[in-house]
Structure formats: structure tokens, C-alpha cells
């Protein structure tokens, strides 16, 4: 059953919850919504469910080409899972269950033995078989999100709803659910929107993310499209780990140590790089700090393993009489480089004119660092902060004593 | 070493005993005079007095009062707990006031502006007696005091319990297709019930004891008007103090059970929230 979206615009008064968002929500897709509180991403599940309802006159929502958008939520055949479970406290878990059933007009319920067949085969599917005579209170977290989940599946709901569903749970429950809910998905099959502000929940659990902020909508895609291609800064801030406070300040952290960094020239459109400032007597003691500080940190797949920061760093050194810096020299005989200049072209490192700008690859403990040399002053600091670094893209073949040449990748393609 | 939110052994001591002696002499003593002067007279006039007539249709009355009192009450404050606790609209904040006005107002006030809408040279005065239907000086007006006075319990002790628990709870069950009068019966009411329990006994305890307004209304005719507290005011001011008294060990038996009724519910409350933390 798929969900269209169309159009919906809900203020609360003079508050904008919801700005004329449309989305279209594949049949049997696993979307998130994903965002800040105060995005308007539970405004619009609830929507979707029937429990609030958009201003009047102002769009509509349909399933699976039916226009739902006037039938109240007891009659649009949807299964909401609260945030807090909101199981019946005075209720046994089989008694959950089957209230959706009970409250049924006798026509459309099914026979008592189907509605106990049905109990059982949804305790099975979520893992609870035998406590069907629990209370909610005698249950873990876990355990209540799951009776929740099977509470609104014994109706046969066309689409899933979930809102925050992990949100309530400790870390390791709240992974292992993921998990699980992934799996569950995938076995049965129903179309499923929820959520979420953990961008990590979202980008490891769903088929679809929905980016949402201010009661907008600012990327659909992929995880991996929106990872790779955030089309807004908030999208890259939102998903990755800029190094920036709250007020808009930018800082860099070596060793413990932050530095407040001027000038920050974050480009919009771009893929993932924030162009930074350093003033330039915090420069001299830095190159060695950073240099310790990528030793430390590990590459990590964002997604697949627990993601840690890389600091993949640039900066200009002074290349003078054709040699490396002096800082440069210190690292030669642990580091090969390989240069290249203006026209991405490689050229021979002695070769190099001083004050002349070339691109600097410096490889050190597995990891690839370009160094733009601008001269004799220290400028600028390209550092991408993520969680993650694409080691396909990266130069890996360039050794100074190989003179290997590139095989697929060219290092100018990363470069911006 | 002793938990740091409890006071010395002295000053613990202190406390207690202080609360001991004020409810010594302002509870037990008052309870222990009532009974000590009811039977003053001795164990037969206790009796007779509980026997005579104009007693036993004062208790009649305070029995037809209390029992028209409270379901009435029950229903409104069920209704006005669910509107207020589920619904946003506007002049929602002044119904609540509103439920709260007869506990604000003084007892005396309260009956007499029945007189004023219904007396004889009230409002509808003329028009009651076109219709030859009292209200004041007889059963009618007895009752309408009634309810106006215990007209919050019920309410007030649901509002703040219906608040605090959501309405998750019924949002889910709405989800689930069950419609309005299924969400109270099924999951509305059995979350309440002890909340419920509570106000209804409150609302009885008053209901029976109630002075004030109802004397105001009442017009103090025996053996018709009378509620039971009216009855003991007319025997105590007739010099009848074992009767009075007697008759007072009604209300202080009511009070009695009143208040270990609301102790087994507070008892089952604890119960059901330390279960369901």
C-alpha cells in the first residue's frame, strides 16, 4: 500500500507545523522521517494516521490512490506504534493484542479461534511466545515495544506507522531492535514510515529517508544519496559531524585542544568539504598534532561499523629550494608523496619552483592526507570531519619510489 | 548513620507526638464525646431516639438526598473529566474554574440562591407556584442544594488523575478502530476506577453531612424537611442533647466507615502505581 502525500500545510494557531510538504512513500518501502525536534516529522505521521488532520482545504493523503485524507483513524486501517508503547497497563499482552479485534463490529470479527490463532502466530513473530499472560508492568522495554508492534498488526493494518519507536530504550536494546525491525520489515513486507532524530537509526534502518527541518522537507533519497550528496549544509551538519557549536562558531580539535577558527566559508551545493581559516600563529605547533591525532583515529564505514572521526587534513606548507617544509622533511622516510600541480598533473616533487602551488599527497599510517602548498604562508585548512572516508576514492597506488602510475582512480577526482 | 532526608531522633519524636495530640484533640476526643453523650441517657434512650419518627424520616431524607446526590455528580464529573482531559477548546480553562465555584462559595450563600431563583419571590418563584411544584421548603430544594455542593468531587479527583495518565492510551485504542463509548468502557475506565472510588465516597461523606446550604432551603419542617444534621440542630436546640447526640453517632459511624473505605483505596492505588512503575 503505498502513501502519497500531496500538498499538506498544518499550522497550530500561528505556528507552522507543517509547510506544504509532499512525499510519495513507496508500496512496502521502509521510510524515515528523519529530523530535529520541531521538524514537523511526528506532526506528519500523526497526520498520515489519522489522528490530527491538515488544515482544512489544504491537501490530501492517499493510499494506494485512495483519498484518505477526511476518514478518521479507526477506519483507515493504519498500525501506530507510540513512542512510549502505550500498551492498556490493565491488560494481560494477549488482551493487547487483541483489542484491536475485540472492538470490532461483530460482522467483520473473526471467529474466536482465528483471533487466538492470530495472537499466537504475531507472539511468534515477535519473539514473545509464552507471555501471552504477562501485564505490561511484568515486561521490559523491549518486550513492550514489541507486544506495541504486535497490538497494531493483529488488525491487519495496510501501513505502519512508528513513531520515535526506540526513542524510550537503552543503546543496546534500542541496536538490537534495529536489527531486528530491519529483519522484520523485510519478512513481511509492510509499507513502514517512522520517525526518528537518530540519523543513524535512519540511515542504517530505511529504504527512503526524509531529511525534515522547520516543517520542511530537505532531501529525499537513499541513505546512501543523502550521505554521499547532501544537497544543504543542514543536511551535511544533520548527518555527519561538523566540528560546530551551536552559535555558529567553528572549531577544530587536535589533541584535546580546540581552536576556534575564523572565516568559515561552509559552500553550499558542494559535496562534502568546509573550507576553514586558520589564524596563523596557531599553525606551527599544529602539524605534528595532527599528524598524532590521524594516527589515533580509525577509517570506519559509516553505517556498516561504529563510525569514529577521520580528520583527513590539507594544509599549505612552504615548499622551499624544491624541498618539502620542515615539517614535511620530518615525516620524509616514514611518508611518500606524490605531487601534482595546477593542471592535476603529476610532477616531480625537486621539480617543484618555491611559492608554487601544487597538490601534496602525503600517506601516513594507512591513511592519505593532501597537503596544498600556497606558498610560505600557512592558509587554509580543508578538513573534512565525518564519520566516514571512501578508501576506493582515495589514492592509494601513488609511491614516490614506485612511480607507479594511477590505476582507476585519479586523486583530482576527490578534489573539489 | 541514619538517610539523610529524615530528621534526628528527637526532633522525629517531637513531630509526631505534635500530630498526635492535635488529632487527639480535635478528631478522637469530638468522636469519643459523641458516642460518650449518646449513651449518657443509657442504651434505651439511644435506641428510641434512633426509633422516633421524625429521626427516622430524617435519615430517610438524607438517604433520598445523597442517593439522587451522587449518581448525578458521578455522570457529570465522569463527562466533564473526559471533556476537559481529552479535548482542547477554547474556555476550557474557564469550565475548570467553573466546576471548582461551589467549593469557593460559603455553604449559607449556596442554598440561599435557590431560594432567591425558586423561593416564592424568586425568579421562577411565580411561576413554580402557578404550576403548584415547591422547590424551597421541600424535597426538590433539598436535593438541588445537594447536588450544587458536591457537584466538584467527582471531577476534581478525576481532572488531575485523567491528566496525568494522557491520552496515549486512548489515541492507541482510536488507532485501533474502536469508537468513543468502547475507548471509555474498555480502556478509559479501568485506568480511572480507583480515582473514581475515591470521589464518589467524598462526594457521599458530604452529600449526607451537608448543613449549610441545606438548611437554608430546607425550612426546618419536621419530620419532612428535615435532613438528618437539620434533625440534630432542632433536637439539640431543644434541649434533647442524648437524642442529638444519638443521632450524631450516625454521622460519626458514616464518617467512620468513610474513611476506612478511603484508606483500603488508597491502599489499592499504591498498589496498582508501584505495580505498574
Known amino acids: 500500500m503505498s502513501i502519497s502525500i500531496q500538498s499538506i500545510h498544518k499550522t497550530f494557531g500561528n505556528y507552522i507545523a507543517l509547510d506544504d510538504i509532499s512525499l510519495e512513500v513507496p508500496n512496502g518501502s521502509l521510510t524515515a522521517l528523519l529530523g530535529p525536534s520541531g521538524s514537523g516529522k511526528t506532526t506528519l505521521l500523526r497526520i498520515v494516521a489519522g489522528l490530527e488532520f491538515a488544515n482544512p482545504g489544504s491537501g490530501r493523503i492517499l493510499f494506494h490512490g485512495e483519498d484518505v485524507s477526511e476518514v478518521p483513524a479507526g477506519k483507515r486501517g493504519v498500525g501506530f506504534v507510540f513512542q512510549h508503547y502505550a500498551l492498556f497497563k490493565h491488560m494481560t499482552v494477549a488482551q493487547n493484542i487483541t483489542f484491536g479485534l475485540d472492538v470490532m463490529p461483530h460482522s467483520r470479527r473473526p471467529k474466536r479461534a482465528e483471533i487466538r490463532e492470530r495472537v499466537a502466530d504475531l507472539l511468534r513473530l515477535v519473539k514473545l511466545d509464552g507471555l501471552e499472560k504477562r501485564c505490561p508492568h511484568e515486561l521490559s522495554g523491549g518486550q513492550r515495544q514489541r507486544v506495541a508492534l504486535a497490538r497494531a498488526l493483529a488488525i491487519r493494518p495496510k501501513v505502519l506507522l512508528l513513531d520515535e519507536p526506540f526513542g524510550a530504550l537503552d543503546a543496546q536494546v534500542r541496536k538490537e531492535l534495529r536489527r531486528w525491525l530491519r529483519q522484520f520489515h523485510d519478512e513481511i513486507g509492510l509499507t513502514t514510515l517512522f520517525v526518528t532524530h537518530d540519523q543513524e537509526e535512519a540511515l542504517e534502518l530505511a529504504d527512503q529517508v526524509v531529511v525534515m527541518r522547520n516543517a520542511r522537507i530537505e532531501q529525499t533519497g537513499t541513505p546512501q544519496d543523502i550521505y554521499d550528496e547532501p544537497r544543504t549544509a543542514f543536511v551535511y551538519e544533520f548527518l555527519g559531524e561538523v566540528n560546530k557549536l551551536p552559535d555558529g562558531r567553528y572549531f577544530l580539535k587536535i589533541t584535546g585542544q580546540m581552536i576556534q577558527l575564523n572565516n568559515v566559508k561552509v559552500q553550499e551545493g558542494l559535496t562534502s568539504s568546509v573550507t576553514i581559516e586558520v589564524p596563523e600563529d596557531k599553525f606551527s605547533s599544529i602539524d605534528e598534532a595532527i599528524v598524532e591525532e590521524a594516527k589515533k583515529s580509525k577509517v570506519a564505514w559509516f553505517g556498516r561499523e561504529l563510525s569514529d572521526e577521520t580528520i583527513q587534513a590539507a594544509f599549505q606548507g612552504s615548499v622551499t629550494d624544491g624541498c618539502l617544509s620542515a615539517s614535511l622533511a620530518k615525516l620524509k622516510g616514514e611518508v611518500v608523496t606524490k605531487a601534482f600541480n595546477n593542471q592535476k598533473e603529476p610532477v616531480e616533487l625537486s621539480t617543484v619552483e618555491p611559492g608554487s602551488q601544487c597538490d601534496l599527497f602525503v600517506e601516513l599510517s594507512g591513511l592519505w592526507f593532501l597537503k596544498k602548498s600556497f606558498g610560505p604562508v600557512w592558509r587554509i585548512i580543508q578538513a573534512r570531519v565525518r564519520g566516514g572516508v571512501r578508501p576506493p576514492s582515495f589514492p592509494t597506488q601513488y609511491m614516490f619510489e614506485d612511480e607507479a602510475e594511477p590505476e582507476e582512480d585519479d586523486p583530482a577526482d576527490y578534489v573539489d | ?277
Request: hydrophobic share 60%; net charge positive; with cysteine.
Open chain 2, 1 to 277: 548513620m541514619r538517610p539523610v532526608t529524615t530528621e534526628s531522633a528527637p526532633v522525629r519524636w517531637l513531630l509526631i507526638s505534635l500530630a498526635v495530640l492535635t488529632l487527639v484533640l480535635f478528631l478522637l476526643l469530638p468522636l469519643l464525646a459523641v458516642f460518650v453523650e449518646a449513651f449518657r441517657r443509657g442504651a434505651e434512650v439511644f435506641f428510641a431516639s434512633l426509633h422516633e419518627e421524625a429521626a427516622l424520616s430524617a435519615v430517610r431524607l438524607t438517604l433520598i438526598a445523597a442517593a439522587v446526590a451522587v449518581p448525578l455528580n458521578t455522570l457529570f464529573g465522569l463527562a466533564a473529566a473526559w471533556l476537559v482531559t481529552k479535548f482542547r477548546f477554547r474556555g476550557r480553562a474557564l469550565l475548570v474554574s467553573l466546576i471548582d465555584l461551589p467549593f469557593a462559595v460559603s455553604p449559607v450563600i449556596a442554598g440561599l440562591v435557590w431560594v432567591l431563583l425558586f423561593g416564592a419571590r424568586g425568579w421562577f418563584g411565580p411561576w413554580l407556584a402557578a404550576h403548584d411544584f415547591k422547590i424551597i421548603f421541600a424535597l426538590p430544594g433539598i436535593i438541588v442544594a445537594t447536588v450544587f455542593v458536591t457537584f466538584p468531587f467527582v471531577a476534581r479527583e478525576l481532572i488531575p488523575l485523567m491528566e496525568a495518565q494522557g491520552s496515549d492510551q486512548e489515541q492507541a485504542a482510536v488507532t485501533l478502530g474502536a469508537r468513543g463509548w468502547q475507548i471509555f468502557r474498555r480502556v478509559t475506565l479501568p485506568n480511572i476506577k480507583w480515582g473514581l472510588l475515591y470521589g464518589v465516597l467524598l462526594c457521599n461523606a458530604r452529600a449526607m453531612g451537608e448543613f449549610g446550604a441545606v438548611s437554608v432551603v430546607s425550612g426546618h419542617i419536621r419530620g419532612k424537611t428535615n435532613t438528618l444534621p437539620l434533625h440534630i440542630e432542632v433536637l439539640y436546640n431543644e434541649y434533647q442533647f442524648s437524642a442529638a447526640f444519638a443521632c450524631a453517632t450516625l454521622l460519626a459511624l458514616l464518617a467512620l466507615v468513610t474513611l476506612g473505605l478511603k484508606s483500603a483505596v488508597e491502599h489499592f492505588t499504591h498498589h496498582q502505581a508501584a505495580r505498574h512503575k
